[in-house]
């Protein structure tokens, strides 16, 4: 009879020793997140035009209730050590964020390849522990929430830019501060394309899967161009995304 029952309980022990392993390597994946999280500044680029939206600041447009820039916000904070706003105009005008703010004083008007580069001097003075600087635009309010940590995994010391559905988005990426130097030389020769900027510097291109929300597959990095986006993303809002995996 004691064989027997050991034999019943076999099972059990070995499942509770399965389940120890996985819970040691989920507390070893949280710690190299939290590890790289703490050396990571993050940035948002809201120093756009905003022509074809009509004008105006399209992240402050309404989106549920609240700015579209507040829904990147809050996917991006948590993912980084410290969160700024690289703006352009009044910075007043984003105080409701209570985040730091920069704009492209040397580089005014030439796209958010000035809005990297400011970032990349705010962080040299005021977060010299960041090794890299993880940036996105102010119109994607559906970016995955573990976008920076899978950057990261990827880069090894260099550059990472996101990727959906074959299409490149090279200003939401991971930049290594030492890239300082050649975003100011691509900008000293207005060379001002982000994608053509991050193809020389031999970017890892890390692959997103669309997101299902709803009955609709939706790129994680939607952005609102338009006042149609910007229906279009008041409509996702309340609907159930299907397959939490995604982000």
């Known amino acids: 009879m004691m064989e027997a029952a050991d034999a019943r309980n076999q099972p059990s022990v070995a499942?509770?020793?399965?389940?120890?392993?996985l819970a040691a390597l989920r507390e070893d994946a949280y710690a190299?997140?939290?590890?790289?999280?703490?050396?990571?500044?993050?940035?948002?680029?809201a120093g756009g035009m905003s022509r074809r939206f009509g004008g105006g600041d399209k992240g402050l447009?309404?989106?549920?209730?609240?700015?579209?820039?507040?829904?990147?916000?809050?996917r991006l904070g948590p993912q980084v050590a410290r969160l700024i706003l690289n703006v352009n105009g009044d910075a007043s005008r984003f105080a409701r964020f209570d985040l730091p703010t920069i704009s492209d004083v040397e580089n005014p008007g030439l796209g958010p390849l000035s809005g990297i580069l400011a970032?990349?001097?705010?962080?040299?003075?005021?977060?010299?522990?960041?090794?890299a600087i993880a940036t996105v635009s102010a119109?994607?309010?559906?970016?995955p929430t573990d976008l920076v940590a899978r950057l990261d995994a990827t880069r090894g010391e260099g550059l990472a830019i996101a990727?959906?559905?074959?299409?490149?988005?090279?200003?939401?990426?991971?930049?290594?501060?030492?890239?300082?130097?050649?975003?100011?030389?691509?900008?000293?020769?207005?060379?001002?394309?982000v994608?053509?900027?991050?193809?020389?510097?031999?970017?890892?291109?890390?692959?997103?899967?669309?997101?299902?929300?709803?009955?609709?597959?939706?790129?994680?990095?939607?952005?609102?161009?338009?006042?149609?986006d910007l229906a279009i993303a008041s409509n996702l809002l309340g609907e159930p995304e299907k397959d939490k995996n995604n982000g």
């Open 195 to 228: 994608n053509a900027l991050t193809q020389r510097l031999n970017a890892v291109a890390v692959e997103f899967p669309m997101r299902n929300i709803g009955d609709a597959s939706i790129d994680p990095f939607f952005n609102i161009n338009t006042q149609d």
């Open 139 to 143: 119109d994607v309010p559906f970016i």
């Open 15 to 21: 499942n509770r020793a399965a389940n120890s392993i």
């Open 32 to 45: 190299c997140h939290m590890a790289s999280r703490a050396h990571i500044l993050g940035v948002v680029l």
């Open 163 to 193: 990727v959906s559905g074959g299409r490149r988005h090279p200003t939401t990426a991971l930049w290594p501060t030492s890239a300082r130097d050649v975003v100011a030389s691509a900008l000293a020769r207005r060379d001002l394309s």
């Open 61 to 74: 447009a309404d989106l549920g209730g609240r700015p579209v820039l507040s829904h990147v916000v809050a």
């Open 119 to 131: 970032a990349l001097d705010w962080q040299k003075v005021h977060a010299p522990d960041c090794v």
